[in-house]
């Protein structure tokens, strides 16, 4: 822990411990029972971890600065970590996705579980046919891809962060 206290960017070091927090996540959860870690349920609870780390980043940011920070510096600091910790999390996906192909069928179970809940009837039988079809392996273009489209969930996250924290709700 000495080592994230040197690094003086609270975006940086927030993101970074997020970042090995979330691998460690997934990997105990990988370790105990392959289809946990593939859960819906524990790949949306991992968010947690990614909205504490801004949220420390955000305090730990206004104590060092003895003031609130502006929305631009909240936002960037937000951002930041968002970024770094799904760096972490895609990264290690890709690998145990190398490493342990099981994964894309296990993936397939779960999908098939959920498609009925998220398409409409109508056209739950073509989505059926074509999850399959579908290669679930995970390359690192489609790592790009997925980083792209979670930063923007990333960003509105860290746009609502620093309004509340402008709006001095969270209290320092």
Not at 48 to 71: C, G, H, N, P, T
Not at 133 to 154: E, H
């Amino acid at each position: 822990m000495q080592l994230f206290s040197t690094i003086k960017d609270e975006g940086v070091r927030f993101g970074l411990l997020a970042g090995l927090f979330t691998v460690a996540y997934f990997g105990a959860f990988y370790l105990i029972d392959k289809e946990w870690m593939l859960s819906p349920y524990v790949y949306y609870g991992s968010l947690a971890i990614y909205f504490w780390a801004m949220y420390q980043s955000l305090k730990q940011a206004s104590v060092r600065k003895q003031e609130l920070l502006s929305w631009r510096e909240a936002l960037r600091n937000g951002f930041v970590v968002f970024l770094i910790a799904n760096a972490f999390f895609l990264l290690f996906f890709v690998v145990i996705n190398k490493m342990d192909p099981s994964l894309q069928e296990i993936q397939r179970v779960y999908l098939k579980e959920w498609y009925p809940r998220i398409f409409p009837k109508d056209q739950l039988a073509l989505r059926l046919r074509e999850l399959e079809k579908a290669d679930l392996s995970m390359s690192v273009s489609k790592a790009v891809f997925s980083y792209a489209r979670a930063a923007i969930g990333g960003f509105i996250v860290s746009a609502l962060l620093a309004v509340i924290h402008r709006r001095d709700y969270i209290k320092f």
